[in-house]
Every structure is written in structure tokens, then in C-alpha cells.
């Protein structure tokens, strides 16, 4: 379940937490107390009332890598756009775009896992150092196909794309990627 969280100098659920960050559980009635700085540790929480009302905090990366050339960096922005991220500036990006309407669950299956492991992907295989790296995430997702909620996984070709704000990523050549992820076992009814 999501936490619940108060910013506001009003509506402050406690005296002497006036201007304090709470988060509260609504699976207890613990309320746990941070400071207004700590705000980029809760960015998962849906905000129930006072400065960030009703916005769903997003997903963030930040990366810097070393020696990558203009190419590479707008193939990596476009896999991210395509997969619904959205570029905030230079190597920054977030999940769900700001703003979205038709994102009203994250897919982790199919938009958030593969822009993740494609990433991982380029910097093995490119050798280009990381010079610095972020992810901040708090989040709850999940997929329920008796309550139509969510999306479970999907071939490449199924999974809603994005149109980038440069095609430097073909939209073919990530689903055929997405569909080249393969368990290295025999399962279900594969025979060996």
C-alpha cells in the first residue's frame, strides 16, 4: 500500500511538526516524521494533501558516462523516451512522464525493467565508465488480470511504445531486443 504524505505548514498533522515531511502507512497508524530536506527520499508516495497534492512521484535516473559519444547518448535518450520515460536535461530521466494520463499504473514489466536492463546492457557491452549514478525510487506497482489493473508482461511487439523526441533508437530494433530476453532453461511446455 502507498504511504500517505503531508506537506503543509497548515495542515501539519501534529504540533511542532509544523513545515515537516510526514509519511504514514495506512496499514498502521505509525507516522513517521522527516524533515522538509527529505522530501527526494519518499518520491514513490502519492501525496494525499498540502504542497504536492495528488501527484504521482516519479521513478528517477541519473547517470554520467565517460567518453560517450553524441551518437550513443541520443540512442540512449531515445530507448528511454520510447519506453515512456521523460528527458529532464542532459542524462536525467523520469517514470512516468510528468503530466501523463495514460499511465495511471507503472508497468515495471514492460516499461521500466527493459529500459533498465537495455542501459545495463550498453554499458558492458560499450566498457564506457559510469561516473555517476542515481535511481530513486518509491514505488508500488503490481498487476491483477481478475481487476483489469496494471499490465502483465508482453512480447515486444505489444508493448506500448512512445514516440521519442529523436528516432536514434528504432522502435523495431527495441522490440526485437525485448523479445531476445529468453529464460536459459527449458520451461513450460519446451521440450528439451
Not at 529532464?88 to 499511465?103: A, E
Not at 496494471?150 to 533508437?169: C, D, M, Q, R
Request: include cysteine; charged fraction near 25%.
Amino acid at each position: 500500500m502507498r504511504p500517505q504524505v503531508c506537506f503543509s505548514r497548515h495542515e501539519a498533522p501534529y504540533s511542532g511538526h509544523d513545515g515537516w515531511l510526514s509519511i504514514k502507512t495506512t496499514r498502521s497508524d505509525r507516522v513517521i516524521h522527516r524533515s522538509q530536506n527529505d522530501i527526494c527520499t519518499f518520491q514513490g508516495a502519492y501525496c494525499t494533501s498540502g504542497l504536492l497534492s495528488g501527484e504521482e512521484m516519479p521513478v528517477v535516473i541519473t547517470f554520467d558516462i565517460e567518453g560517450a559519444p553524441p551518437q550513443e547518448r541520443n540512442r540512449i535518450q531515445s530507448l528511454f523516451e520510447r519506453l515512456g520515460w521523460q528527458n529532464l536535461g542532459g542524462s536525467s530521466y523520469r517514470y512516468p512522464k510528468l503530466g501523463t494520463t495514460d499511465q495511471p499504473v507503472e508497468d515495471w514489466f514492460n516499461h521500466v525493467i527493459p529500459a533498465l536492463t537495455l542501459f545495463r546492457q550498453y554499458l558492458i557491452e560499450s566498457k564506457r565508465p559510469l561516473s555517476c549514478f542515481t535511481l530513486d525510487i518509491q514505488s508500488t506497482t503490481g498487476c491483477d488480470p481478475n481487476t483489469d489493473f496494471g499490465t502483465p508482461p508482453v512480447a515486444g511487439k505489444s508493448v506500448k511504445l512512445y514516440e521519442p523526441k529523436n528516432a536514434s533508437f528504432g522502435k523495431k530494433q527495441l522490440q526485437k531486443w525485448i523479445d531476445s530476453l529468453k529464460f536459459p532453461y527449458d520451461v513450460g511446455d519446451k521440450k528439451p
